[in-house]
């Protein structure tokens, strides 16, 4: 696979990482960062792939939240697909496919992403690493429900790690030689381990506070 172009990654550097600032903890630079690697990485393994698609889909994929988190799979479509400068680097049959991938990114969607970009992105958005996932969700616990005390944070996060990673969870794994295939594994041992569990927790949502 070519290289990343330099002026893509200028024009993401500039112009859309900074824009993740406005966003949750959970969502801002750090995790824009770890797609766009994890995107790149697993794109490695096919060498057909476009890398400069590859890079755009990941750091715009969660851009939709400046409009909310509801619909922000469709609003980063619409966002990538009127961008300027995308539109002066791509033909129009790249931003489809490019608008497809970043909608078809988000976990809760239980339908097999549309082109190989899409499985791409969805992969390196789940990056299923438990310290990773606990801290996200504690992130954004506290960001959205302020009220909850440190009980109520625990219950929310215990109940949001198992309707989507539990063995019955939602989330769907759409590379089975991931990373993510071995991980979440290991998650499910996890959440079935109280004391561990609730171990990390405290610790993290310690961090967090302070």
Known sequence: M?????????????????????????HQESHVRMVIEQSIKLAEHTPAMNSDMVYIIAAFH?????????????????????????????TRKQIVTMGRAVEDHRASNQKKPRNGYGMIV????????????????????????????????????????????GPKGYLKIWIPWSDNARNLKKLHVLLADKKKLEDIFNRIFDEEKE
Do not use: M, W
């Open 2 to 26: 070519k290289p990343v172009s330099q002026e893509v990654i200028d024009y993401v550097e500039n112009e859309i990482i900074p824009r993740y600032a406005a966003f949750d903890k959970a």
């Open 62 to 90: 969660d851009h939709g939240l400046i409009n909310g988190r509801e619909n922000h799979h469709k609003d980063s479509c619409t966002i990538l697909e009127a961008d300027e400068f995308v539109k002066s680097h791509f």
């Open 122 to 165: 969805a992969e390196a958005d789940r990056f299923i690493e438990a310290d990773t996932i606990i801290r996200r969700t504690i992130q954004y616990g506290l960001a959205n429900y302020p009220k909850l005390d440190k009980a109520g944070h625990y219950q929310r996060t215990i109940e949001h790690l198992n309707e989507k990673y």
